[in-house]
């Protein structure tokens, strides 16, 4: 059996869906290592991996993108802090992979320092993948803006368009400071998004069709292993049993990005509709929020029985709280308000699976309207969760870990002039 490092950005919508996979592999006889953000150590070590904390400079280097002035701005914010973070994880992963001496490496896609250091390692390697991935595509439009695919040429000039204002501002941004840590690893320089993203021998990228758009000229480096949604295992509150309407849930973003706006919204705009309200602030303060009676505001509850109850999840429009949803056949509402979160809310509509606001233009009467609208799409969101549940997920994952990465020997990457 093989040693398996797995190295997380301090993110929990990334570790969170990477912890199936692991689960998986550690069940097939694997031995797994993980080095995460400090809070959640206790609880990988709990489920028998050999669990450290990443370097605590890296969670210092928080998102300042609830600040942005614009959804440029916002992504330029989130970019950077990436940019900032990687001379630190790529140093952070060197160091892991010398103390654990493992036989395959899974890095986080935001890690792009440890991509470097893998890459370098000259082991085996994969990038996991839980959030839309900015790769090109003739299929699909700039990643970013959110736009929905292009339809015949005019389309297709639209994307010609876009491209150079949406993504390759970006570039200006990262490339530079990407290629400068690459370097410092004795590996060449990148030009583009799409060559950061095509590095890995395998990508497993943790979503499916109908919810993700066909790419038909993606690598085949990439697998869609479906969501993976995983929760901590949690007892349900006494009061959850006691609901006695349908549900709706809100959830807003575990990394801070200004969103308590959402939640506000909701409990103003369902007050005086037949249904229940729970809210989840995982980085606020939900004494912050005056809930009416049908409704709760908490940092955390396990989502799990909620959505087995709900008819409509609303979402920040982060990748995990969206598809943990739809899994569950729960049409949602996503309001973006940055990061990728544009782009799973666009997926949300042309999945057919629920309905969008845009955070610039939240109000209560037009987040009612949608949690009205979407609550006639419950078909869309209950096709994909036969999709996801027919991915097998974490098994899929272990699959592809196995045949594509332990079952051929490593490739060594040449430096610079070789």
Request: net charge neutral.
């Amino acid at each position: 059996m093989a040693t398996i490092l797995a190295y997380t950005s301090p993110a929990r919508g990334h570790l969170f869906p990477l912890t199936p996979i692991l689960d998986e592999l550690a069940a097939r006889g694997h031995r797994v290592a993980v080095r995460t953000l400090a809070a959640e150590v206790g609880r990988m070590a709990e489920r028998g991996f050999e669990t450290a904390s990443i370097a605590p400079q890296i969670e210092s280097i928080v998102h300042t993108d609830g600040e942005a002035r614009s959804p440029i701005d916002g992504l330029r914010r989130s970019v950077q802090t990436f940019c900032d973070r990687a001379p630190l994880d790529g140093a952070d992963l060197r160091a892991a992979i010398e103390q654990v001496r493992p036989d395959a490496v899974l890095v986080d896609v935001n890690a792009w320092g440890a991509s470097a250091a893998a890459q370098a390692w000259g082991g085996r390697w994969a990038v996991f993948c839980p959030y839309p991935l900015p790769l090109g595509s003739r299929d699909t439009p700039p990643f970013g803006p959110g736009l929905p695919p292009p339809r015949g040429p005019l389309g297709r000039l639209r994307d010609r368009v876009v491209r150079p204002v949406a993504v390759g501002a970006l570039e200006r941004i990262f490339v530079p400071q990407v290629n400068t840590v690459r370097a410092s690893f004795g590996l060449g320089p990148i030009g583009t998004v799409d060559d950061l993203f095509t590095l890995a021998p395998l990508t497993l990228y943790q979503t499916a069709p109908p919810f993700e758009y066909p790419h038909r000229d993606w690598p085949d480096s990439i697998v869609q292993v479906g969501p993976c949604a995983w929760e901590p295992p949690s007892q349900t509150p006494a009061w959850v049993d006691a609901i006695d309407r349908p549900v709706v849930l809100v959830t807003t973003s575990s990394e801070y990005q200004d969103d308590g706006v959402l939640v506000r919204t909701a409990l103003e705009a369902l007050a005086d509709e037949p249904v229940f309200v729970v809210a989840t602030v995982p980085a606020g303060e939900p004494g912050e929020f005056r809930a009416p009676p049908n409704a709760r505001v908490e940092r955390f509850v396990p989502h799990g029985p909620l959505l087995d109850r709900a008819v409509v999840a609303i979402t920040h429009g982060g990748m995990g709280a969206t598809q943990k949803a739809l899994a569950h056949g729960v049409p949602v509402v996503a309001v973006p308000f940055g990061r990728d979160q544009r782009e799973v809310a666009r997926r949300v509509l042309v999945s057919g699976a629920g309905a969008s606001v845009p955070s610039g233009r939240l109000s209560a009467r037009r987040l009612r309207a949608a949690v009205r609208e979407a609550r006639a799409r419950s078909a869309g969101a209950r096709r994909i969760a036969d999709a996801f549940a027919g991915t097998r997920g974490g098994a899929t994952a272990a699959d592809a870990v196995e045949s594509r990465l332990l079952a051929v020997p490593p490739v060594r990457t040449p430096a610079p002039g070789d």
